[in-house]
C-alpha cells in the first residue's frame, strides 16, 4: 500500500514537472482580463 502511495505521488509529480517546462503553466492573458469577464450571466 505505501508503494502504491508513492509510486503514485511520483507520477503525478513527474507530469507536473513535465507540465511546467511544456509551458502549461504560463497564461499571461487570464490575469489581464479576469476582471472583465462578468460573472453574473444568467
Known sequence: ???S???LGSIFLV???IGIY?????DY???KIRIL???DIE
Open 5 to 7: 502511495s508513492i509510486s
Open 29 to 31: 492573458e487570464s490575469p
Open 15 to 17: 507530469l507536473f514537472i
Open 22 to 26: 511544456n509551458g502549461q503553466f504560463n
Open 37 to 39: 469577464i462578468d460573472d
Open 1 to 3: 500500500m505505501i508503494i
